[in-house]
T-cell receptor, first 114, second 113 residues
Framework: GNSVTQMEGPVTLSEEAFLTINCTYT??????LFWYVQYPGEGLQLLLK?????DKGSNKGFEATYRKETTSFHLEKGSVQVSDSAVYFC?????????????FGKGTLLTVNP | DGGITQSPKYLFRKEGQNVTLSCEQN?????MYWYRQDPGQGLRLIYY???????QKGDIAEGYSVSREKKESFPLTVTSAQKNPTAFYLC????????????FGPGTRLTVL
């Protein structure tokens, strides 16, 4: 089956620190990979995505590269801000699958202190 | 503005009562989904629909029901058969037809008293 494993949180950083949140996956078929962000009490917002190996998704200073050889999609940001405090979810869906179902990791809580 | 709306934002229910959560989208998306989120957990798929008048069970469909009579609407009913219904419920949609990115609504928090 398909699964996503994220580093366990919580992650606490100071403002302007470098962020890495690890994400690895197992998949039957050809996955597309996503990072979503959830602010307290809200729904999920798409942060970035990548649809094939070696693609780099980027948005709002966040980046992640689809690494097929290591089955990974680690999220990085060079300088975090207090406003980046949220829960981050890594997810995959199988291209050509019958239902476009998203499989999620359990989420990583990030807290950025001023 | 295009988007997904869910109502109400907070919902309280007594044990033994059915309750229906609303999900509407004006993105002209073919596919719609319902997920459940529990504290410290990822999201789990309840039901999904790829076209009007058709829907499929997800991973945790027991105790839930849905309908898809209109493209824009995908209501979820939490029945009294759902043993642990207190959770955060999220609706999502995607274009379908090979377009996989899902977009989420703001969610409904259901509490059973």
């Amino acid at each position: 089956g398909n699964s996503v494993t994220q580093m366990e949180g919580p992650v606490t950083l100071s403002e302007e620190a470098f962020l890495t949140i690890n994400c690895t996956y197992t998949a039957t078929g050809y996955p597309s990979l996503f990072w979503y962000v959830q602010y307290p009490g809200e729904g999920l917002q798409l942060l970035l995505k990548a649809t094939k190996a070696d693609d780099k998704g980027s948005n709002k200073g966040f980046e992640a590269t689809y690494r097929k050889e290591t089955t990974s999609f680690h999220l990085e940001k060079g300088s975090v801000q207090v406003s980046d405090s949220a829960v981050y979810f890594c997810a995959l869906t199988i291209r050509g699958g019958s239902n476009y179902k998203l499989t999620f990791g359990k989420g990583t809580l990030l807290t950025v202190n001023p | 503005d295009g988007g997904i709306t869910q109502s109400p934002k907070y919902l309280f229910r007594k044990e033994g009562q059915n309750v229906t959560l609303s999900c509407e989208q004006n993105l002209n998306h073919d596919a719609m989904y319902w997920y459940r989120q529990d504290p410290g957990q990822g999201l789990r798929l309840i039901y999904y629909s790829q076209i009007v008048n058709d829907f499929q069970k997800g991973d945790i469909a027991e105790g839930y029901s849905v309908s898809r009579e209109k493209k824009e609407s995908f209501p979820l009913t939490v029945t009294s058969a759902q043993k642990n219904p207190t959770a955060f419920y999220l609706c999502a949609s995607s274009m379908g037809d090979g377009h996989y990115t899902q977009y989420f609504g703001p969610g409904t928090r259901l509490t059973v008293l």
